[in-house]
């Protein structure tokens, strides 16, 4: 399994800009995708953005596409989503999870309990 323990949420305007963090320990976070999705009260749990292991390949759900860009530091075991152009409906619990290989083609559908997830962190974008 990977512990996973996410920060940098919080309150901003629209327009604005979060940087997300992901930090990652237990087994080799640099051998497995992983991912961010978010859920917004009363919705389900969606897709945001998709890393490979090595960072070389990435995949964004459409509604965020331009806006946000995921990236990975292994020597830190760490996963980035930088978020930008923010907009009210982006509002959400945003949580990161770890696949269970070096890529999953299937990672978009990803729910708990496939992988491993952390907490969340709360963003809110105000208008």
Do not use: H
Not at 57 to 68: M, Q, W
Not at 78 to 93: F, G
């Amino acid at each position: 399994q990977v512990q996973l323990v996410e920060s940098g949420g919080g309150l901003v305007q629209a327009g604005g800009s979060l940087r997300l963090s992901c930090a990652a320990s237990g087994r080799t976070f640099s051998s497995v995708a992983m991912g961010w999705f978010r859920q917004a009260p009363g919705k389900e749990r969606e897709f945001v953005a998709a890393i490979n292991w090595g960072g070389s390949s990435t995949l964004y759900a459409d509604s965020v596409k331009g806006r946000f860009t995921i990236s990975r530091d292994n020597a830190k075991n760490e996963v980035y989503l930088q978020m930008s152009s923010l907009k009210p409906e982006d509002t959400a619990v945003y949580y990161c999870a770890a696949a269970r290989a070096r890529w999953d083609p299937t990672i978009t559908t990803m729910r708990p309990p496939r992988g491993d997830w952390g907490q969340g962190t709360q963003v809110t974008v105000s208008s």
